[in-house]
């Protein structure tokens, strides 16, 4: 699918990918010690669907998911992260079109182009982005929101790198791959 069309199920997509990041960020996180910083398995999910389903599906999973779950379980979004949940799913899904994972196709050369992406997306995001939003937007203090930024970026990218990665290649021996079916001969 992979488009960028808001097609009805792209915009179920967006509604069930919103459900489940809020779940997964709430009670499939795993604390780090420092202060409002946890491992998030949610990301794992978002760069599934962001693959599948593309930048704006991604993107607006990240930005709606995130800011839900900052309402419900914190009171109100912290935006300079709910940015940057938005623009990773939207990234990961533009960068990775490439990959024609409808098509069964997630091999080698597939995880390293998926791996490469979403680190470097992450990375920028979380390490970058959001302390310098942090910094702007809440006038925190540098060397909070930055050690903040390093350990969600670097847990992040782990748990993309590993669940992710396996979440994609599950996705991808379910469906089938390009020419795998060859025309049955009649006797």
Avoid: C
């Amino acid at each position: 699918m992979s488009g960028s069309k808001l097609t009805t199920k792209t915009i179920v997509a967006i509604g069930i990918g919103t459900a489940v990041f809020v779940i997964l960020g709430r009670f499939a996180s795993i604390p780090t010690g420092i202060p409002n910083t946890t491992i998030e398995t949610s990301y794992a999910f978002l760069a599934l669907m962001a693959v599948i389903f593309g930048p704006i599906a991604g993107g607006l999973i990240g930005l709606i998911g995130h800011s839900l779950k900052d309402a419900i379980f914190y009171g109100s979004p912290w935006w300079s992260w709910v940015v940057v949940s938005a623009f990773v799913g939207f990234l990961i899904g533009l960068l990775t079109r490439k990959i024609k994972i409808e098509d069964g196709e997630f091999g080698a050369k597939q995880i390293i182009s998926f791996n490469i992406t979403q680190v470097l997306v992450q990375a920028i995001g979380w390490v970058l982005i959001a302390p310098t939003l942090d910094i702007l937007i809440y006038a925190e203090p540098a060397n909070k929101v930055f050690v903040q930024g390093i350990v969600a970026g670097t847990s992040n990218i782990v748990t993309v790198g590993i669940i992710g990665t396996f979440f994609l290649l599950a996705y991808a021996k379910t469906r089938s791959k390009s020419g795998s079916l060859e025309k049955e001969e009649t006797l």
